[in-house]
């Protein structure tokens, strides 16, 4: 199958908004057979059980159909599929409204490819490496989270981390600890894609973890012993807790940390748990990605880490940061796990210096 109709595919299933999706030519369009395909692989619910929320639906294939009928050079040779039509106009004639559409879960499905992989054939686009969640878009909850869907941040880091063999490594068979998991993106992808030992999964708010768990068992990682999903709150002791008890269990390796960094408020607490997880584990490596949208927000982080071991105890070695060079690519230019590049994104690698005896 033509990769401009994968590549379309794709960014559908993340409900990329529709006035930046990458539209197959008018040449492809006007093809009955293409038509076809599209109705199969994009709004056929028999063979795609997770499909994007109704009115999502009916902004895409308005537009296409739009664009369908332009393509059309001669009315009686080509014309528009009528599973395309009746579609639409079953679509229509059950929209629920805004009110309930935004309070509505929605499945959002990533594409997870490694590197500069791609799928160019219909086969290979049912064995692409997905992640499908449940998430409410439009939702905060009333403790402030923003954990009920996936942020940009998170889809930064997990490019990061399926960009080259060498990423791939830095979780592959480690036992890794995500803080402030959200709906579980980067957790989902370590088990399921990257070939982690095991994640510990973690965010503060208690409905968020049960959508995380949804989200496990959604992308069959329920039932598994690769998984643990639990609350952890910033900022209280971790020794004599779960947590120290799952670090026995599973030596952490690495930590993870997807826009964790954007309330100044929560930034002392996260740090101060980052401490004493490096108590636990002094070779643990902790890497941390955010969208800067507030440069004075990051910077507030970095000074935080800084100055930890003045804070808590001069004993405590200082936080060593480096900064992770990895670029967004232009949307135009992306493949898969489709985010806008509008802010600058930071990767920090943070650990802290063996300690002499």
């Given amino acids: ?12 299933l993340q409900l ?3 006035d930046f999706l990458a539209w197959p030519p008018a ?5 009955a057979d293409v038509q076809g395909w599209l109705f199969n692989n994009l709004f056929n619910h028999e063979k795609n059980p997770h499909l994007p929320p109704q009115r999502y639906q009916v902004r895409v294939l308005k537009l296409l159909v739009a664009k369908i009928e332009k393509a059309i050079e001669d009315p009686e040779e080509d014309e528009i599929s009528d599973d395309l039509m009746t579609h639409l106009s079953a679509l229509m004639t059950e929209l629920p409204s805004e009110l309930t559409a935004v309070q509505q879960r929605a499945y959002v499905s990533f594409t997870c490819l490694p590197g500069n992989a791609s799928a160019n054939n219909e086969d290979e686009v049912t064995e692409e490496p997905t992640i499908t969640l449940l998430e409410r878009r439009h939702l905060i909850s009333g403790s402030r989270t923003t954990g009920f869907r996936t942020w940009e941040a998170s889809l930064h880091l997990g490019a990061y981390l399926l960009s080259t063999p060498a990423t791939q490594d830095l979780v592959r068979n480690k036992s890794v600890l995500e ?9 989902i992808l370590c088990a ?5 030992r095991h994640i510990t999964t973690t965010d503060g708010d208690e409905g968020v973890v049960e959508g995380l768990k949804e989200n496990m068992f959604l992308n069959g990682l329920g039932e598994s012993d690769q998984v643990t999903a ?6 209280w002791a971790l020794k004599g807790t779960w947590v120290a008890d799952d670090c026995d269990e599973w030596p952490y390796d690495v930590v993870i940390g997807a826009d964790i960094t954007y309330d ?19 070779k643990l490596q902790v890497v941390v990605a955010g969208a800067v949208r507030n440069a004075d ?22 936080f060593n940061l480096d900064d992770i060079q990895f670029e967004a690519k232009p949307v135009r230019e992306q493949k898969a796990l489709f985010y806008a590049a509008a802010v600058p994104f930071r990767i920090v690698l943070i650990t802290v210096p063996t300690r002499q005896e």
């Avoid at 040449?27 to 093809?31: I, T």
Wanted: charged share 20%.
């Fill in 179 to 187: 803080l402030g998991a959200g709906t579980g993106f980067l957790s």
């Fill in 230 to 235: 639990s609350i952890l709150r910033w900022g």
């Fill in 27 to 31: 040449q492809l369009l006007r093809n």
């Fill in 264 to 282: 100044k408020v929560a930034i002392t607490a996260l740090v101060g748990t980052l401490g004493e997880l490096f108590e636990l584990r002094p």
């Fill in 1 to 12: 199958m033509d990769p401009q109709l994968v590549l379309f595919r794709r960014q559908y």
């Fill in 297 to 318: 927000t990051f910077e507030a982080f970095r000074q935080e880490c800084g100055m930890y071991a003045d804070h808590y105890s001069p004993a405590r070695a200082q």
């Fill in 16 to 18: 990329f908004e529709p």
């Fill in 192 to 196: 399921k894609h990257l070939g982690a």
